[in-house]
C-alpha cells in the first residue's frame, strides 16, 4: 500500500489524495490540527486532479505542488498541479522540455525553493533509478547527468532533503529490496553511499516513514513502522554529522544489541540533551530510551514496549511540548557563559564551563600571593564581563539586522502572495471570457451550419429550374418544328383554294 503524502503547515498536518473506501474521481484534501486533534476536510475549487496513490506533494510557503502517482485504473500519471493553501485552489502547471516518464512510488523534493527534485519511482513496465529537476523559475524540466555509484532501480523509497544533501533511504523493485540509505548532494549532482544497515532494519520494509531533525552539527534520520511479513511499529535513528560521517541505523534498547565497529563519542552531546530537557514523551523510560539510542552510536536494539504503550502525552499539545523542549534548550545555554580563551564560537555555549566553578577552585587554592592572583582575577573577570556585554551587544545587533531582514522578507512575501492572488483573479477572469468566446464560436458555427444548408438547398434549387428550363426549350423547340409544319401546310391549302376558286371564277364566266 503506497504512502499518502502528509506535508506539515504550521500547526496542521496535510493529508493530500491516496486510495479510499468508497473511491472518488477527484483528489481530496485533509488538514489535522495538531493543537485540537481534529481532521477537517477543505473544500477545494479550481481544475482538481483526478483521485490517485502513489503521488508525492511537496509544499513552498503556503503552495502544494503535486506530481505523478496512479490513478484508480492504474494508469501511472505524470501530469504536475499546484494547490494554494490560502485560495483553497487547485491550478495545473504548464512547462517545456521533457519531463519524467509517468511513475508512481516515487520521492521528491524542494531545493532552495525553487528545483523540484523526482527520484525513481515505479512506471507501467519497470523500476527507475533516474533524478529529474524542473526550475520553477523557468518551469523547464530537465533530466540530471549525476556521478558516482548509481543506486539500483527502486520504488517506495523515503527521502529527506537536508541542505545540499537528500537522503535515499530503502525502497526496492518487485523482486527484492535494498536496505542501504544513499545520499545525493545536489550542487556536485553525485551519489554515494551513507550507510548500509542488516537485513533486520526498518529501511528493508515496505512503506515505512522518515522525518529528518537536527541538533547543532548533527542530522537524525528518523525512521518508523513499515510492512514485511507483517506490520512493525519500531523506531530507528541515523545520525549523520555535517561531515557527511554517518553511523550506523539504530533503535532504542530493549534486546541485544548488534555491534558495529565505527562509535563515536560526540553523539553523547544529542543524548544527554535528551536527557536533560522536557521531553516529547511524559514517559521517563521513553526519554530515556530515545536518549540511550543517541548516544550509543555503535549499538542496534528494539524500541521498549513502554515507549509504544506509555508515551502518552498528558493532556498537552504536540505544539507545546515542542515549545518547552526549545525552551529548555535555550535555558541551559543561558546559564552558562561564555569563556573566549577556549570557545571561538558564540552561538555555541550550551557546553562552556561555569564561572561559579572557577570561583571555587581559586578559593580552595592557597599561597604567599595569593592576594595579587585574587586582583589578577577579579581584572580578568572584569575583562570577561566587559567582553561578553560587547558580544551581546553584537548580537543584540545582529538580532535586529536579522529582524529587519525577516520584516522585508515578510513583506516581500506579502506582495507575493498578493501577485498570486492577483494572477489567479486573472486567470479566473480570463478563463471566464474563454468560455464566453467558445459559446460565441459554437452560435457562430450553428450560424455557418445554417447557411451551408440554405446555400446546399439553393443549389438544388437552381437544378431543378435549369433542368425544367432545358426541359421547356426542348418543348419549344419540338412546337417551333411542328408550327413551322403547320405554316408550310396552310401555305399549301391555301394555294390550293386559290386554285380552286380561280377554276370556280372561270367556270362561271364560262358559263355565263
Not at 28 to 37: C, I, K
Not at 235 to 251: A, D, Y
Not at 461 to 480: G, I, P, Q, W, Y
Amino acid at each position: 500500500m503506497p504512502r499518502v503524502p502528509e506535508v506539515p503547515w504550521g500547526k496542521t498536518v496535510i493529508l493530500v489524495g491516496g486510495k479510499s473506501e468508497p473511491s472518488s474521481d477527484r483528489i481530496s484534501v485533509w488538514t489535522f490540527n495538531t493543537e485540537t486533534e481534529i481532521w477537517s476536510h477543505m473544500e477545494a475549487k479550481g481544475d482538481i486532479p483526478v483521485a490517485r496513490s502513489g503521488h508525492t506533494v511537496t509544499r513552498a510557503g503556503p503552495v502544494l505542488i503535486l506530481f505523478g502517482g496512479e490513478d484508480t485504473k492504474g494508469k501511472k500519471l505524470h501530469d504536475l498541479h499546484m494547490f494554494d493553501l490560502k485560495s483553497l485552489t487547485w491550478l495545473p502547471l504548464n512547462y517545456k522540455g521533457a519531463g519524467p516518464s509517468p511513475r508512481s512510488n516515487h520521492v521528491a523534493a524542494l531545493y532552495d525553493d525553487r528545483i523540484l527534485l523526482i527520484f525513481g519511482g515505479q512506471s507501467k513496465s519497470k523500476t527507475l533509478n533516474d533524478v529529474h529537476a524542473l526550475d520553477f523559475e523557468t518551469m523547464v524540466w530537465s533530466r540530471m547527468r549525476t556521478h558516482g555509484h548509481h543506486p539500483s532501480p527502486r520504488a517506495g523509497c523515503c527521502g529527506a532533503l537536508c541542505g545540499t544533501k537528500w537522503y535515499i533511504a530503502g525502497g526496492g523493485s518487485k523482486k527484492r529490496r535494498h536496505p542501504e540509505t544513499w545520499v545525493f548532494d545536489v550542487l556536485e549532482s553525485k551519489w554515494s553511499v551513507c550507510v548500509v544497515p542488516p537485513s533486520s532494519s526498518i529501511t528493508t520494509k515496505k512503506g515505512f516513514s522518515m522525518v529528518p531533525l537536527y541538533y547543532r552539527d548533527k542530522i537524525v534520520l528518523v525512521s518508523f513502522g513499515g510492512n514485511k511479513k507483517e506490520p512493525s511499529d519500531k523506531v530507528e535513528v541515523l545520525v549523520v554529522l555535517q561531515n557527511e560521517h554517518c553511523f550506523s541505523w539504530r533503535s532504542a534498547p530493549d534486546a541485544e544489541p548488534l555491534m558495529y565497529e565505527d562509535s563515536s563519542p560526540s553523539s553523547k552531546e544529542l543524548a544527554d540533551h535528551l536527557n536533560n530537557c522536557d521531553p516529547l514523551y511524559s514517559n521517563s523510560v521513553a526519554r530515556h530510551s530515545l536518549a540511550t539510542t543517541v548516544e550509543s552510536s555503535s549499538g542496534r536494539k528494539s524500541l521498549p514496549d513502554s515507549l509504544l504503550h506509555n508515551s502518552k502525552v498528558g493532556g498537552s499539545s504536540l505544539r507545546r511540548q515542542f515549545r518547552q523542549e526549545e525552551e529548555c534548550s535555550l535555558a541551559q545555554k543561558l546559564q552558562k557563559p561564555i569563556d573566549d580563551d577556549k570557545y571561538k564560537d558564540v552561538d555555541d555555549c550550551s557546553e562552556l564551563p561555569s564561572f561559579a566553578n572557577q570561583k571555587q577552585r581559586s578559593d580552595t587554592y592557597h599561597s604567599p600571593d595569593a592576594d595579587a592572583k585574587t586582583k589578577r582575577v577579579g581584572r580578568s573577570s572584569s575583562d570577561i564581563n566587559h567582553q561578553h556585554d560587547t558580544k551581546i551587544a553584537n548580537l543584540v545587533r545582529r538580532n535586529m539586522a536579522l529582524e529587519e531582514q525577516l520584516s522585508a522578507a515578510m513583506a516581500s512575501k506579502d506582495e507575493a502572495e498578493k501577485n498570486l492572488s492577483l494572477v489567479i483573479d486573472t486567470k479566473e477572469e480570463l478563463e471566464r471570457r474563454l468560455a464566453e468566446r467558445d459559446r460565441e464560436v459554437v452560435a457562430l458555427k450553428e450560424k455557418v451550419g445554417g447557411l451551408e444548408q440554405a446555400h446546399e438547398d439553393s443549389n438544388n434549387a437552381s437544378n431543378t429550374v435549369h433542368a425544367d428550363n432545358v426541359r421547356l426549350e426542348r418543348e419549344v423547340a419540338f412546337l417551333k418544328a411542328v408550327m413551322d409544319e403547320t405554316q408550310k401546310e396552310l401555305h399549301s391549302t391555301r394555294g390550293v383554294l386559290a386554285g380552286e376558286r380561280a377554276r370556280a371564277f372561270q367556270l362561271q364566266v364560262e358559263v355565263f
